[in-house]
């Protein structure tokens, strides 16, 4: 098998991992005891699994089984049901127990177990379901049809990764959420560094990372929103002429680059007013725009307020009502509180 012919390069990667958000769903440990077939439902988000230890398959519908190994990583595209299969066949087992993970799920400081089995796991996963994107305004894996798999080994350490951000929520202290959506970003750097040099056909599934060019020129937007930015000057770092990039660049990332750019500027901008430091003069400046006025039509045209409403609505004590980022500027989908997404 060979890899795709062109791969984006590394200083736009690099660009493109310093805007990825990750945003936080669930994590979830299961364990299968040999013999047995977990089962799962579709996810609303794509779920990363990484098998600890032991051997068996991971079965998505509709695709190929995954053998599973230890240090095997799966992302599996949301709402894709999928098992989960411990070995056991080679040892004289027949029949394989199937089990309900939705019916035999528990969560526990906020950290969903799932058991399959009586006796010792043959295969333990770590699943974390979680939403990815780029500057706030492109969702990584949103197009995603079938598994990407990647074979890690123990010198990556993504299995302490993934302890660790389990801790991080066992221990409930302040930020262990947010920790706990960083390491799981962690995890997905990991396999975004695969695509300069793997030959698994997933990186070419990527709309960013196989067009080099509109990825060079959203990497312009997402690291600096701000910037004098236009049609000319960002087909001129694609190296395409206007009508090309304006094109490809609908095609790839599912919107003209002006709007995407105006999403990056408000998310910007709204993260700045909600720290309440920078005045709203400097935040008008920061976004690029040329007048406090056009600046305020735009924000109220994303927010359905005023900057200064949005800055004295973020300040306000928690559970009293703030104004809602519209669904084309948050990246990531909202999950109710305490809510189990595995």
Not at 140 to 154: K, R
Not at 183 to 205: C, F, G, P, Q
Not at 215 to 241: C, D, I, W
Request: contains cysteine; aromatic residues 6%.
């Amino acid at each position: 098998m060979t890899g795709p012919a062109v791969r984006i390069s590394p200083q736009d990667l690099n660009r493109l991992l310093g805007s990825l958000e990750v945003s936080f769903v669930a994590l979830t440990e299961c364990l299968v005891s040999e013999g047995f077939c977990l089962e799962m439902g579709g996810v609303d988000a794509p779920g990363i699994h990484y098998n600890i230890q032991g051997s068996g398959k991971l079965v998505i519908k509709g695709c190929a089984p995954v053998e599973l190994k230890p240090h095997t990583l799966v992302i599996v595209p949301s709402n894709a049901p999928f098992r989960i299969e411990a070995d056991g066949f080679h040892r004289g087992l027949q029949n394989r127990r199937t089990v309900d993970g939705l019916l035999v799920a528990v969560s526990k400081d906020s950290v969903n177990y799932i058991v399959a089995g009586d006796g010792d796991p043959e295969v333990i996963l770590i699943c974390g379901f979680f939403d990815a994107c780029y500057g706030s305004a492109v969702d990584l894996f949103s197009t995603l049809t079938t598994p990407i798999v990647e074979q890690f080994s123990e010198a990556d350490r993504l299995d302490t990764t993934l302890k660790n951000a389990i801790a991080e929520l066992v221990t409930q202290e302040v930020g262990s959420g947010a920790m706990s959506s960083a390491l799981l970003k962690l995890v997905i750097v990991h396999i975004l560094r695969r695509s300069l040099y793997s030959n698994n056909t997933w990186v070419e599934r990527f709309s960013l990372l196989r067009d080099p060019q509109i990825a060079r020129a959203f990497a312009e937007m997402a690291s600096n929103p701000g910037a004098p930015h236009t049609v000319n000057s960002l087909a001129q770092s694609a190296y395409l002429g206007r009508s090309a990039f304006m094109a490809r660049f609908t095609e790839i990332v599912g919107q003209p680059p002006m709007n995407v750019l105006r999403d990056l500027r408000m998310r910007q901008a709204a993260e700045q007013l909600q720290t309440g430091q920078v005045p709203i003069e400097q935040v008008v400046r920061n976004t690029g725009y040329e007048s406090r006025s056009s600046f305020a039509r735009a924000f109220r045209k994303a927010f359905g307020m005023d900057p200064s409403e949005y800055r004295a609505a973020s300040a306000k004590p928690k559970g009293a009502p703030t104004g809602a980022m519209p669904d084309h500027v948050t990246a990531c989908r909202p999950t109710a509180s305490g809510s189990s997404r595995g």
